[in-house]
C-alpha cells in the first residue's frame, strides 16, 4: 500500500529521458493496481508510472510526454515476500 510520488515541479518535456527505480518486497494479492513510482505535472500534460497490474502482477511502465504515451508490461511476475529490484528507462 506504500508508494512514493513524484513533486508536480520534476518535469518531463518533449525529448526528455528518466529512469524509473525501485526495490519492492510484495505481499497479498494483486486485486488492484499498485504504484510503486507514480508522477504527474500539475497540467497532467507529462506523467509517468512504475506499477504491477491487476491479476497478474506483472510489471508495468508508463512514461506520458509531448511525444505521446508509452506503456511497457513486462513478462515477469515478481515473487511474494521477496525483494526484488525493478527498473524501466525512457530515452526520450
Same mark, same amino acid.
Given at each position: 500500500s506504500d508508494y512514493f510520488s513524484l513533486?508536480?515541479?520534476?518535469?518531463l *518535456?518533449? @525529448?526528455?529521458?528518466?529512469?524509473?527505480?525501485?526495490?519492492? &518486497?510484495?505481499t497479498g494479492s494483486y486485486s488492484d493496481y499498485r504504484s510503486i513510482i507514480y508522477g504527474v505535472t500539475?497540467?497532467?500534460?507529462?506523467?509517468?508510472?512504475?506499477q504491477q497490474?491487476? *491479476?497478474? @502482477?506483472l510489471v508495468r511502465c508508463v512514461f506520458v510526454?509531448? &511525444?505521446g504515451?508509452?506503456?511497457?508490461?513486462?513478462?515477469?511476475?515478481?515473487?511474494a515476500n521477496v525483494w526484488t529490484h525493478l527498473g524501466c528507462t525512457y530515452d526520450g
Open positions: 513533486p508536480t515541479t520534476v518535469m *518535456g518533449a @525529448g526528455s529521458a528518466a529512469t524509473l527505480e525501485a526495490w519492492i &518486497n510484495p500539475s497540467a497532467a500534460a507529462n506523467a509517468w508510472v512504475l497490474n491487476t *491479476g497478474n @502482477g510526454t509531448n &511525444n504515451t508509452v506503456v511497457v508490461t513486462s513478462t515477469y511476475t515478481p515473487t
